[in-house]
């Protein structure tokens, strides 16, 4: 339709913004306009799992959010995603582990693999999400 070609003409853009742009408030807005384009803008991947390890949070809930639209296309953003885990707010709800649930089984061998790690509130997250991908299958 009308919007997958709008859709996939803006994602390089969107790209250049997320990589490249010095203003939070832009790059919060085209994290988000890639995920409401879901799987289409799968290109975005690398540049979303990098915002991940950005110091402003609401961009990293931004690009966590966007890649659990895009489903199984945001595979490879996994091992981002379960080293964002330790820098979300305790209590607050976390966008990182969300999509990690969203992914599913494709997360699982990442998430066991995270249970060794050193800090535990990357350990207690992860129990977290695996407690309730196996819960959802």
């Known amino acids: 339709g009308e919007m997958g070609a709008i859709a996939v ?36 991947v690398p540049a979303l799992a990098a915002a991940l390890a950005e110091g402003d949070e609401v961009l990293r809930d931004a690009a966590a959010t966007a890649l659990g639209q895009m489903g199984p296309a945001a595979q490879n953003a996994v091992p981002a995603l379960i080293r964002s885990l330790r820098s979300s707010v305790e209590g607050e709800p976390d966008a990182a582990l969300e999509t990690l649930v969203k992914l599913g089984r494709s997360s699982v061998p990442a998430l066991i693999e995270a249970l060794n790690e050193d800090d535990p509130i990357i350990r207690s997250r992860a129990a977290a999400a695996l407690t309730r991908v196996a819960s959802a299958s």
């Open 9 to 44: 003409a803006a994602v390089r853009p969107l790209i250049e913004i997320m990589d490249d742009d010095t203003e939070e408030s832009v790059r919060w807005e085209a994290a988000k306009a890639l995920g409401r384009m879901g799987p289409a803008a799968r290109e975005a």
